[in-house]
């Protein structure tokens, strides 16, 4: 990755340096994966690479604390793109550890008591071992592929809007996506993409869909079907679908847990603590 990037959390500690007289800080400049050293006088600070941001860009950072900024050309942009394909607005918004992505104002990962990382863990946990051929059926920022790849043979993830492809490609803790030769994108609705899968090809299946407002298809019992088609006797399931003790992640749990049942799949049960579904073929 070729660029840097802010929260308003890093952009904090950058101006509490500067109020406390400081010529140099060390602050992350990747979101908390690591730490580097600026230097700070009156006009900025001085950053790796020759490059250089004014006080008042790094204002800007702190005072919006529900986006994510990438510094190009000694100026800070928002992450922010709108999709002709989807009419969805795609962002980044930051917490102390990995960010999640808003799609339309919505977070893709849970962030109340928790972080998207620790969400993603909990998720992968929740089917473990991760060996063999993984399926992750929304790619999003990609943190699942990432963490299903450290132990699966292959990862096979599928997105269906590149727009939310670019949001990653700016987000530090998304560049294994891009640079691990074990996982492999496809582009495309996972409905579609599914159905031209081989019989019996994967072990391990992620699936972290939308909201079903957004993506009610991947909900149904035809979809669900497709999933079973695809696993290998013994593999296991992992469906996401939101907080249990909702009302409305209630309802939808029972529908799951019901259709699931219906095509087969076995030992459908709750998994609480990752906010799904786990099944066996």
């Known amino acids: 990755m070729n660029h840097f990037v802010l929260s308003h959390y890093q952009a904090n ?15 992350s400049l990747d979101l908390e994966l690591s730490l580097s050293t600026v230097l700070l006088d009156d006009s900025g600070i001085a950053l790796p690479g020759d490059q250089r941001l004014g006080w008042d860009a790094v204002q800007t950072v702190q005072d919006n604390e529900s986006g994510v900024f990438v510094i190009q050309d000694n100026q800070v942009q928002a992450v922010h793109f709108f999709s002709e394909d989807t009419g969805r607005a795609y962002s980044l918004y930051p917490t102390r550890s990995a960010p999640t992505m808003l799609i339309s104002g919505l977070p893709m990962h849970r962030i109340k008591d928790t972080n998207p990382h620790q969400d993603t863990l909990e998720k992968v946990r929740s089917v473990k071992p991760l060996v063999g051929q993984v399926l992750d059926t929304a790619t999003g920022l990609g943190y699942t592929a990432i963490e299903a790849a450290k132990t699966a043979a292959h990862v096979t993830t ?47 299946i992620l699936h972290d869909p939308p909201v079903m407002s957004l993506a009610g298809h991947l909900y149904s019992g035809e979809f669900y079907q497709e999933l079973y088609r695809l696993l290998r006797n013994n593999g296991k399931l992992f469906h996401y679908i939101g907080d249990p003790d909702s009302k409305s992640g209630r309802s939808v749990t029972a529908g799951v847990l019901r259709r699931l049942e219906q095509v087969g799949f076995r030992q459908v049960q709750r998994a609480p603590r990752a906010f799904g579904v786990v099944a066996v073929k």
């Not at 500690?13 to 602050?27: E, F, K, M, P, W």
């Not at 590149?162 to 609705?189: H, Y």
């Open 13 to 27: 500690a950058l101006l509490n340096a500067r109020r406390n007289g400081l010529a140099q800080v060390q602050v």
């Open 158 to 204: 599928i997105e269906l809007d590149p727009t939310a492809l670019e949001v990653a490609r700016r987000n530090p803790w998304s560049q294994d996506l891009f640079d691990n030769p074990k996982i492999t994108q496809r582009i495309g609705d996972s409905f579609d993409v599914a159905e031209a899968l081989p019989d019996a090809a994967f072990t391990r």
